[in-house]
């Protein structure tokens, strides 16, 4: 079973899904709370859409584009703050080894990947591998996956990038999804948005630097940044373009629904690998 589990790991289930969720969010708010200049429409008009973002309590989104190393990408994912839980189903399509579906659920502070029946049956049929995400240091925590950082993401706060940008502008109207929004665009460097962050407080400061370096492992040090805002002021879509070490990024997420409940169940024990288990039987035999 070691073998299976270590196997399944390293396969695309969990190479697709870290791309995935580090892509799919990222606690990066910059928001003044509209410090900016009322003559600054655009500029305004962004900062007050992020500043929106930190009343989210849920949400549901639509993720499609393109990754570097994995190619396109699609996915659909729910996502609760309080308490924090995810659902997610994506797809891979030029990964090579890599390409296929994948499902991930994120409860009780518990990662679940299922590769589907393919990968079930290296796994004695078990459809689902659990992770248990708080085992930061242990190597059958999600954590020493690299996980552990990336499951409480909220992809709102990773529109807020353009509030870092020196020129953005209005482009127009547009619909998206049949909803009326404003299209703003603008680009922003990493060192920009860095130089952003000294005001803010230690923990701010924290979790906006770690997005800011899973950028700066990829390569990217520029990014393009389109966002739709709606006429509630709230981001209906944005989408990240940049050009990383090893292929291009460009990735899109349209917001379905906010603030509407949501509700994540755990797989079946009986349908479940649990890593912890399986390598510890694994090291007792």
Sequence with gaps: ?????????????????????????????????????????????????AKNTQDITSLRYRM?????????????????????????????????????????RFVDGALYVSGGAEAAEEMDGKLWMKFGVSDKDGASGAGGLGMQDQVEK???????????????????TEKVDGVETTHYKGTVTLDEFRDGLKDEDKATRESREKSLKQYEDMGVDKLTMDMWIDEDEHTKQFRMRGDADKGPLDMTITFLDLNKPVTVRAPAAADTVDLAEALSDAQEG
């Design 64 to 104: 499609k584009g393109r990754v570097p190393e994995q190619g396109r990408v699609e996915a659909e994912a729910s996502m609760s703050m309080k308490p924090m839980a995810m659902s997610m189903k994506m797809s891979a399509k030029e990964a090579g080894p890599d390409s296929g579906e994948v499902e991930l």
């Design 154 to 172: 909220n992809p709102a706060q990773e529109s807020t990038f353009l509030t870092g940008s020196k020129d953005v502008k209005k482009v127009g």
């Design 1 to 49: 079973m070691l073998t299976t589990v270590r196997g399944t790991v390293r396969r695309g289930t969990t190479g697709v899904a870290l791309a995935a969720l580090a892509l799919g969010g990222g606690a990066v708010a910059c928001s003044k709370g509209g410090e900016e200049s009322p003559s600054m429409a655009p500029a305004a008009a962004v900062a007050k859409a």
